[in-house]
């Protein structure tokens, strides 16, 4: 059905069918209660009848990482650390996400900690596949249509890579966009809220509603937001320069993605020009990787050490890489993170924004893996936005995704790029398995 032809009851519960004909498939989904959905939506419905105020998502229902504290819904972290924990007050994201007449549909499964160790959840398009991490559930129920909207983080890939191995679109905004306060911390410094939607509108909509400034996140920037859905508004440009970057991650890349995109690219004729980035960014894949362990080691040493039990393998190996950084070389990474800024900005002086990689290739075969991140760590490291746009095809018929990055704060431009990308060279919806007619 088309927007504005359902109530928010309908719709949740068009939602809420999706979810029981293929949960036990993808498996996205912790935490679900549908009759406390149901009585979000039967709420807002009234709001509506007695003619009060709407908020911009009224009635859309939203997938939430478990890693958002809800005071309605626990919050476990992926992790048996905290198996039972129900805080008491909702994360400045789940009140904005209220605030704006949202349906909190659930809680979606999370690797453990927004780490490493994969959660339950398999790809729409193939469930032999993993759906990428840590944003696992999030990214998954977009894709099969379980929800229009949702809400993960990005500490290394977690946005930008299962937005590509499942097809969707993915944002992770400028660093400092959107409050952290009541989410699980993994790495201050990195950690970036993000969203998963159908097109670029839903991502420019949803984004609008949660770039308020919060002075309880001390890394907030002092004024997020951008008026996302109003730039959008405004038309596409008629041309973009877009610089192509191999990044120094390139010689990880599968064959069918290098070679999808290079020719992608050559598509796109003059609007694009292929850009070698300076040597600053030569080892820029390890100075993301000392900067992560090294907070890692910060946020989770303790509960490696009071219950090591309830911490998986994988986990405990990247607390322990973190203890053996020194602060000498955590000090020397983060200098040479402010070099490799400065020399970016550099860059956005002669293009518009840059195309990259979203993924190595297409979602692996294994789910006991989440994929390489080698594409994505640099630009979180970096804290510029980047959308991945599922324009690609692997060799196996499964997306993959072009990553589309801007400049600190020009989140906007990237945007519109991504929608001039996708009305291009899309054209149409391919990128979520087949189900329901609903849209957002």
Known sequence: MAAGECSAEELTQSCLDRIAEREEAVGAWIYLDPELALAQARALDAKKKASDPLGTLHGLPVGLKDIFDTADMPTECGSAYYEGRRPIEDSTTAALLRRAGAVILGKTVTTEWALSAPGKTANPHDPSRTPGGSSSGSAAAVADQMTPLAIGTQTGGSMIRPASFCGVFGYKPTFGSISRRGVSMLARRLDTIGVYGRTADDLALIGD?????????????????????????EGLLDSFKFAFVRTPAWDQGEPDMTSALEAFVKGLGDVVQDVTLEGVFDDIVNTHKTVIHANVATFLGEAAEKAPEKMRPETHGRVDEGKAISAVDYIRALGLAEAQGQALDRLFDLYDVILTPSAAG??????????????????????????SVPLLTGADGMPIGVQVVGRCGDD??????????????????????EGPEWRP
């Open 209 to 233: 509603a949660l770039m308020v400034h919060d002075p309880e996140d001390w890394d907030m920037l002092a004024n997020p937001g951008r008026d996302l859905t109003g730039a959008m508004a």
């Open 362 to 387: 297409q979602a692996p075969q294994d789910l006991s893996i989440t994929g390489n991140p080698a594409f994505n760590g640099m630009w979180t490291l970096l804290g510029v936005p980047a959308v």
């Open 412 to 433: 906007a431009r990237v945007l519109r790029a991504a929608k001039w990308l996708w009305e291009r060279y899309g054209g149409k919806e391919n990128n979520v398995v």
